[in-house]
């Protein structure tokens, strides 16, 4: 009986050893795994912005929110989000419908002045270009 005892509760502590080995060899596994994203966030980081003329749509913002451009420039929209959004001109003169993620839209500025614009899904979202 106690011989039957001691190797049950051997076995109960071998099977908690075993989990508790599975459980930090799995948290070690993740942590690299979060090492080795944050190396390449970090090589990523000098290209991971909107280059010249360009507005991405990230984070539920157009970033930059504020662009300025000289008349006769063409400024494309990237979506960077994983959900649809648009690019929808105040005052009608330009909207780019549903761009799905990683979906463009380009518009060409003839004349100079401030048009703002809004995501027609996500109204708080807001930005403008400024044309000189
Ligand atoms: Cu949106």
């Not at 400024?75 to 649809?84: L, R, V």
Request: hydrophobic share 35%.
């Amino acid at each position: 009986m106690k011989k039957h005892m001691g190797s049950r509760s051997r076995f109960l502590l071998l099977a908690f050893l075993l989990v508790l080995i599975i459980s930090i060899s799995d948290s070690c596994s993740k942590s690299s795994m979060a090492n080795m994203y944050g190396t390449n966030n970090s090589g990523n980081n000098a290209s991971a912005t909107p280059g010249a003329n360009e507005v991405w749509i990230q984070g539920m913002a157009f970033s930059p929110s504020t662009i300025k451009v000289s008349a006769g420039t063409t400024i494309t929209w990237t979506n960077k989000d994983g959900i649809t959004h648009t690019v929808t001109s105040n005052t009608s003169l330009f909207d780019s419908g549903n761009i799905g993620s990683g979906g463009t839209f380009s518009y060409t500025f003839a004349t100079a002045g401030t048009y703002t614009y809004h995501c027609a899904i996500h109204p708080g979202m807001i930005a403008n270009v400024t044309v000189n």
